[in-house]
């Protein structure tokens, strides 16, 4: 369904960033479906670490909750992800290592931009998202209330946790170790580096459950070691690696308060959400887990909370497996 040739771009000329700072910047979006004439069948599905709009199929089609035939599906690629203005793609100087820090809030004030700009549409019937997609679609949901109607927030917070910060951190440290790496500015690829950080990261992103399980068998996987070889191994080859490390930092800055209008207030943040929130973590997922969004639940006006009962670990919003994908579609049916 998703073809790369229908890409679209948006330009934000000498765009303000959250950091102060003021450049020039692309937003590489897909539309899917026809926008009606109250245009108020607009979903937004923003993409998530190391993905482009290429990745974001599992949840569309005329069976699906996003059914293309009934809603307008937005798709804004992620700064940092090689796709929209990134370290790999931007001009000198401020290309490579010096590519700016580009928040999640940073990401949200260009999408609105876009669809204000662009489609003049004032209302948004639904933002969805995993992952760092998820974190867009909370940062919609505080960021203009009065617009977004719906969010769904698959395996992510409204704030990056401690312990996620120190986790992305030793993947920092695993990629940068490569011996080419020459502070960003390298000849190529650093690829020893994605590899040391792949296999480092292989054991978060599916956790215990699904070693325990053995569900790797159903995968075509021998053993976690063919796993690691087969699957891990060359993840990240081909995304640049300052464009990887730029999304780390999106992810660890992450946090729906820290901005003027709450001055870092998350409780305040909360609350201001007027939008219906479905929270779907996956119950093993190591860096997301249920427990802080339990915790966000308390103060949400209008949340839900709603566990996939996954062993896939973070992969849970992923749909890895029809049980999983099953779960989220009907949620978000259920929503809409």
Same mark, same amino acid.
């Given at each position: ?51 482009? &709009? ?50 999640? =809030? ?5 999408? &609105? ?49 401690? &312990?996620? &910060? ?22 190529? =690829?650093?690829?020893? %580096? ?57 992810? =660890? ?10 001055? %870092? ?37 209008? %949340? ?33």
């Amino acid at each position: 369904m998703i073809i790369d040739t229908n890409i679209k771009s948006y330009v934000l000329d000498n765009f303000l960033l959250k950091s102060g700072k003021t450049l020039s910047l692309n937003l590489s979006y897909l539309t899917l479906g026809e926008l009606n004439d109250k245009k108020d069948n607009v979903i937004v599905y923003p993409t998530r670490y190391a993905g482009t &709009h290429m990745e974001q199929d599992y949840l569309i089609g005329e069976q699906l909750a996003l059914n293309p035939k009934k809603y307008f599906i937005i798709i804004p690629n992620m700064f940092c992800n090689g796709v929209s203005s990134s370290p790999s793609n931007n001009p000198q100087p401020l290309n490579g290592p010096n590519f700016p820090l580009i928040t999640i =809030q940073d990401n949200v004030t260009a999408q &609105h931009n876009l669809i204000k700009n662009i489609f003049n549409i004032k209302k948004i019937k639904l933002v969805v998202g995993w992952s760092m997609g998820g974190q867009q679609a909370y940062q919609w949901a505080a960021q203009y209330q009065d617009m977004v109607e719906n969010i769904v927030v698959m395996c992510a917070h409204a704030k990056t946790s401690g &312990h996620t &910060h120190v986790f992305l951190e030793g993947m920092y440290a695993a990629l940068t170790s490569d011996l080419n790496w020459n502070e960003g500015n390298y000849k190529e =690829q650093p690829n020893a %580096g994605k590899t040391t950080m792949a296999m480092a990261w292989a054991g978060w992103a599916l956790g215990q459950n699904w070693f325990r399980e053995k569900l790797y068998l159903k995968d075509g996987y021998k053993n976690p070691q063919e796993v690691l070889d087969k699957l891990w191994k060359t993840i990240y080859y081909k995304r640049d690696a300052n464009d990887l490390l730029a999304m780390i930092r999106t992810w =660890q800055e992450h946090d729906i308060s820290n901005n003027d209008k709450f001055n %870092g207030n998350l409780i305040e943040a909360l609350k201001s959400i007027k939008a219906k929130v479905i929270l779907m973590p996956g119950i093993n997922d190591l860096y997301f887990p249920p427990e802080e969004n339990k915790e966000e639940l308390k103060t949400l006006k209008n %949340g839900k909370l709603e566990i996939i009962p996954s062993n896939y670990g973070h992969y849970a919003g992923a749909a890895k497996s029809k049980e999983d994908l099953d779960f989220v579609n009907n949620q978000i049916k259920i929503l809409l």
